[in-house]
């Protein structure tokens, strides 16, 4: 009786190793990378989410504030601006027309617009969910032709699904299982390159 509970414990013991040495790694990796995040200043990217899933504006982010130049179609040629400046810090939007003739008659004109209109959730938005959320990698694929860490977890009861580049830096996140109640990809996406004069509109808001 006696060596048959020995066994059952050290089996215990071993499963417990097991799941030690199994884990640990995982966890200090995914740690490790998102250290890597700490040197970011500003990013850029190519941004891609529901409802227009074929659009891809180019934007800009460094700090509170961000720049969205809006890829030129149907939609966007009716609009009297091309490029969009952003004041998180004080909710402020505002567009200008920064093209030469014939898109913009008057380069550099600019008109406020409402804020809630072109935010979206940047791919630091999806970092700090992961940092409050996320213990561990589960998967890994390939988007933007990079090779992507992805860690799933839940806010609020329900899924989220986050892939990070090498850099630590989110390039795709699918809210929902499978993405159903939203897909936001960030491709091409740059750390560092931004500076505060490229975000700063040329003449103020308003």
């Not at 013991?13 to 097991?18: E, Q, S, V, Y």
């Not at 040495?21 to 890597?36: D, V």
């Not at 998180?88 to 030469?100: E, P, Q, S, V």
């Not at 561990?136 to 799933?152: A, L, M, N, R, V």
Request: proline letters at 5%.
């Amino acid at each position: 009786m006696r060596y048959n509970c020995f066994l059952v414990l050290m089996l215990l013991l071993i499963l417990l190793l097991i799941t030690a040495c199994t884990q640990r790694p995982a966890g200090e990796s995914i740690e490790r990378l998102l250290k890597e995040t700490e040197r970011v200043k500003s990013y850029q990217y190519l941004y891609n989410s529901p409802p227009l899933k074929q659009s891809q504006d180019m934007v800009y982010v460094r700090g509170d504030k961000m720049r969205i130049d809006l890829m030129q179609s149907d939609v966007t040629l009716r609009l009297p601006y091309t490029t969009v400046f952003i004041d998180h810090k004080n909710k402020k939007a505002a567009g200008y027309c920064l093209d030469n003739p014939p898109r913009c008659k008057e380069k550099g004109l600019g008109v406020v617009i409402d804020y809630n209109a072109y935010f979206h959730p940047t791919s630091i938005y999806w970092l700090e969910l992961v940092k409050q959320y996320a213990t561990d990698f589960q998967t890994s694929e390939i988007h933007d032709e990079k090779k992507t860490k992805g860690t799933i977890f839940e806010v609020d009861g329900v899924q989220h699904t986050v892939y990070l580049d090498s850099l630590g830096m989110p390039v795709r996140a699918e809210v929902g299982a499978e993405g159903k109640q939203g897909i936001f990809n960030y491709r091409n996406l740059v750390i560092n390159s931004v500076s505060e004069e490229y975000v700063t509109p040329p003449a103020g808001y308003g």
